[in-house]
């Protein structure tokens, strides 16, 4: 291993670092489209070096625009080389500026190339006995090397030294441009020797020295032992000019007329503010962070940041780093006395919008006990009232009891304006202290979430870096981390008060920075408006009724499903030959594709045959083995998320679990969950819908189940305006016998069960943008056979084309598609470079508008049900559920059919399209049986 100065001077190959990062995953852009990844990538190799080395001499040194004295010599250099991407060409002037933010000479010289520049600083430095890096991934390069002169690949983390070109190459230093001419060029076009390749070219070179020597001595070229050697010393005399060429065009030029010295290329402080600037516009948020909170490289180095940290990871952002405060010119009051708190509620009791925000001992809103309150009536002003801190030490505090019954009407007053961040989880612990809170006009995280739902992660922490350009103060800052994690009860109050009163300010300084945003279009404040904000009520109230489930029944489930599971590994060992770990990417690739020699269908970012769900289940359709792990697989799932783990998830005072519905995850605009996951029970295997037996009614109740008919396809049908479509639905017919008979040219009477499944796997693989390549394979049909499907589905379906050529088109223009309601979806790649990427958004392009529009109903008609609900001295029936297009209720069981008939029109009016909305419900003594 090659060892260099501890200090040497840096020269990067700037021009090689950036084609390499753009070619490099992950291909990044920010939430207006542009691409950052080659910019991510460079400067994270530059932060890489730096942190390593600290030099305190280095300069980056890029490819100039233009012709270079090589063009001039030969026409044909480098003529093959395709024009530089666009999405590339964009990310050269920001990354020009980061670099020189960060304190780093940069040099572009006209008519020569990167390598020319750097070779003639090298030569500089050797003279003077200068240790230099050269940090490059070029084997050009390999020729300056030399005892002063070492190369690093920043990729492999490898030096070069003298010793090691002879190792990598066969050959010193010193010949390496011989060998370079010898060989060619494709890339560059150099044309070199014809049918030399790397090993001819070492023989050569190793047998009889430079290029020089070998045409002083071609009567050798003969006796050498290489393939081809007898009749090379005519090659040679034919092809000695464009040898010498070769030789030119491949030499670096060590002798450039540089704008500046050796002593010119220190490493200046960097420009945290200009950087700052920089990477909120590239939204490299972790490295913003970094800035925000006054970290140093020397701080950061055993964090190396990646794509991941970078640009998703907000919620983690240096964990180690000292946080910074908002205090400096803000105005923050923690609240110990009568005195002080009535001065803080005649102050909120007069404001026109209040931030309010709780402070707990738990995520877990069925548990959580309240520790504290904060509230901020402008920016910089905020109050912080504790009133659980119960550390060794703590001050005196208002009694808890007192402080809400002070503060109950307030929070109780619908006239009093509220807004915070992820105000549900608030409510719904109020809810426990028998305070219902009303006048929630505004939530941060759904203001975020609505202005651009692929933007940013929406927690606090990453919404005051992107829009404030602060470095909140994170929970882990003042907690700790891990097992040793302190709740904030236990927290010393002086750093609880100014975490709490910050939360505040910020969520109130948020809304004061997203809503002018948001009132820039109409559609975004009425889905705000209209959809989101009024569930924040709806969404508390189910949770915390949570859903009855039989514990026994589940326990009953999981030892079948241990039996089966067990079964299928017998099953498998036995197929295999062996027993293996079947959760084992590594022993499964050994088996599927060493051992049994299946196909691969697919590579891992490594280049390791893949053992995806998605492979696997397509193997499944050929071969038993794979089908015995899919199947092993599900099973296993089940069990461990569902059989297994629901009945530890009962609330011991309830007896129910509580899911936790988020509005502000899915990009299209629908609901997830989680603890439990109630969205992702499968209800098309036997399995998932014996889990669905286990959701129970209480006594005395039914499960009612209302789900939409179809829901998609008729959204389809409205935005496309397709005649056919519109008059299928009109008439009530079912939609994929409709599409069969016109698909396949029969009467409607005449389709068959196999020719509407086909019709079906048709419709729904359109919406979801499958290509025929897609179609044919979950048909079991050859390609061209289902490319005649679908030709024929536009034929008779036009209106759906022209409604697909019409929404490509316009994400194209706009970078973005929209709802019904006005709901946007922005497409960060639909312009890409890279057609993978670009037709992967263009498939989210078509889909999002019927997704997302379904989700929206799906919500208003929760709205809609709930309204209905509460004005009911004696309600019959509670929302208990959502998932995808279908709400479920527990209803008394004397009013089980009346309730059906009204839920059912109830949701057929949600929304008005020019089809008819059609809502189907089912009831019984479980999920299961009322789906």
Request: charged residues 25%; contains cysteine; aromatic residues 6%.
């Amino acid at each position: 291993m090659a060892s260099i100065s501890s200090t040497p001077l840096i020269l990067v190959d700037g021009s090689s670092y950036l084609f390499r990062a753009y070619h490099s995953p992950p291909h990044l852009t920010n939430s207006r489209g542009e691409a950052t990844g080659a910019i991510y990538g460079v400067v994270n190799m530059l932060k890489s070096l730096l942190r390593q080395y600290q030099p305190t001499q280095m300069v980056v040194v890029f490819d100039a625009k233009g012709p270079t004295f090589r063009n001039e010599m030969y026409s044909e250099y480098k003529a093959h080389r395709p024009p530089m991407p666009d999405d590339l060409r964009s990310q050269i002037a920001p990354l020009h500026s980061i670099i020189e933010a960060m304190g780093l000479p940069l040099l572009c010289i006209s008519g020569v190339e990167a390598d020319d520049v750097i070779g003639t600083l090298a030569r500089q430095a050797s003279r003077e006995g200068r240790s230099t890096l050269i940090s490059t991934g070029d084997k050009d390069m390999a020729q300056l090397v030399d005892e002063h002169v070492t190369l690093i690949n920043t990729m492999t983390n490898t030096l070069l030294d003298p010793q090691g070109v002879v190792e990598k190459f066969g050959i010193a230093p010193e010949l390496i441009v011989d060998y370079l001419a010898l060989m060619g060029d494709k890339v560059d076009n150099i044309p070199g020797l014809p049918g030399v390749g790397e090993k001819t070219a070492v023989a050569l070179l190793q047998g009889l020295g430079s290029i020089e020597q070998i045409y002083q001595q071609l009567d050798s070229v003969a006796e050498l032992s290489f393939r081809g050697a007898k009749t090379m010393a005519t090659k040679l005399e034919e092809f000695r000019d464009q040898l010498a060429l070769s030789y030119q065009l491949a030499t670096i030029k060590t002798d450039v007329d540089l704008p500046c010295q050796l002593a010119d290329l220190t490493v200046k402080t960097p420009d945290n503010a200009r950087l700052a600037e920089l990477y909120k516009e590239c939204e490299f948020k972790r490295w913003l962070s970094d800035i925000l909170s006054g970290v140093t490289e020397a701080k950061t180095s055993k964090q190396p940041a990646t794509a991941q940290l970078d640009m998703l990871a907000d919620d983690d952002i240096l964990a180690n780093a000292a946080a910074t405060v908002s205090a400096e010119g803000s105005q923050y009051i923690t609240v110990l006395d009568e005195v002080s708190f009535n001065d803080m509620l005649a102050q909120i009791s007069a404001c026109e919008l209040t931030a309010f925000d709780t402070e707990t001992t738990s995520l877990d809103y069925m548990q959580a006990q309240l520790v504290g309150l904060s509230v901020a009536t402008a920016p910089g002003k905020a109050w912080y009232v504790p009133v659980a801190h119960d550390y060794v030490g703590a001050p005196e505090q208002l009694n808890r009891d007192w402080v809400l019954d002070q503060l109950k009407p307030w929070l109780e007053d619908d006239s009093k304006a509220k807004v915070g961040q992820n105000l549900k989880y608030d409510q719904s612990v109020l809810a426990r202290y028998e305070i219902n809170l009303k006048g929630v006009r505004f939530d941060t995280m759904l203001e975020s979430y609505v202005l651009n739902s692929v933007a940013s992660r929406h927690d606090m922490d990453s919404l005051a870096l992107k829009y404030l350009g602060h470095k909140a103060i994170s929970f882990t800052d003042i907690a700790g981390k891990g097992a040793k994690q302190l709740t904030f009860n236990q927290i010393e109050l002086e750093k609880a008060a100014q975490y709490a009163a910050e939360d505040a300010d910020i969520a109130l300084q948020l809304h004061h920075n997203l809503w002018p945003q948001l009132q820039q279009h109409n559609g975004l404040v009425a889905v705000l408006n209209d959809i989101e904000m009024p569930l924040v009520d709806i969404l508390s109230r189910i949770e915390r009724h949570g859903v009855l489930i039989d514990s026994r029944l589940l326990a009953k489930q999981s030892e079948q499903l241990a039996a089966r599971i067990a079964e299928l590994e017998q099953q498998a060992y036995e197929q295999a030959g062996k027993p293996f770990n079947l959760a084992s990417p590594k022993q499964l690739q050994e088996i599927l594709f060493e051992q049994m020699q299946l196909p691969v269908l697919k590579k891992t970012p490594t280049g390791a045959p893949s053992t995806a769900e998605e492979v696997l289940a397509e193997l499944a359709l050929e071969y038993e083995f794979p089908k015995l792990i899919t199947e092993h697989r599900g099973l296993t799932k089940l069990k461990s998320t569902y059989t297994d783990k629901l009945p530890k998830m009962q609330n011991p005072l309830t007896g129910r679990v509580h899911t936790s519905y988020h509005q502000a995850v899915a990009a299209t605009g629908r609901l997830s969950s989680t603890e439990p996951n109630l969205q992702n029970i499968p209800i098309r295997t036997e399995e998932g819908r014996r889990i669905r037996q286990a959701f129970i009614a209480a006594p005395g109740k039914k499960i009612v189940a209302v789900d939409y008919s179809q829901i998609e396809l008729r959204i389809m049908a409205h935005l496309s305006q397709d005649k056919a479509l519109l008059d299928a639905f009109a008439h009530g017919r079912d939609i994929h016998s409709a599409t069969a008979a016109e698909v396949f040219g029969v009467s409607l009477a005449d389709v068959t069960t196999e020719q509407r499944r086909s019709a079906k796997a048709v419709n729904f693989g359109l919406i979801y943008g499958m290509s025929a390549f897609g179609l044919a394979k979950q048909l079991g049909v050859g390609r061209n056979e289902a490319q005649q499907y679908v030709d024929r589905y536009f034929e008779r379906f036009p209106g759906v084309l022209q409604y697909m050529e019409r929404t490509r088109l316009q994400a194209h223009e706009l970078g973005y598609v929209e709802t019904l309601f006005g709901r946007r979806l922005y497409l960060a790649d639909i312009n890409a470079q890279n057609m993978a990427r670009r037709k992967g958004a263009e498939r989210a392009a078509i889909n999002a508008p019927m997704q997302g529009t379904a989700a929206d109903i799906i919500k208003k008609a929760m709205i809609v049900v709930d309204n209905w609900l509460q004005q009911q001295d004696c309600p019959p029936a509670t929302m208990i559920m959502q998932v995808h297009d279908e709400l479920v209720f527990e209803v008394d069981e004397n009013k089980v059919e009346q309730v059906k008939q009204t839920l059912v029109e109830l949701m057929a009016q949600a929304a008005k399209l020019d089809v008819p909305l059609l809502a189907e419900a089912g009831d019984g003594d479980n999920w299961d049986q009322a789906h």
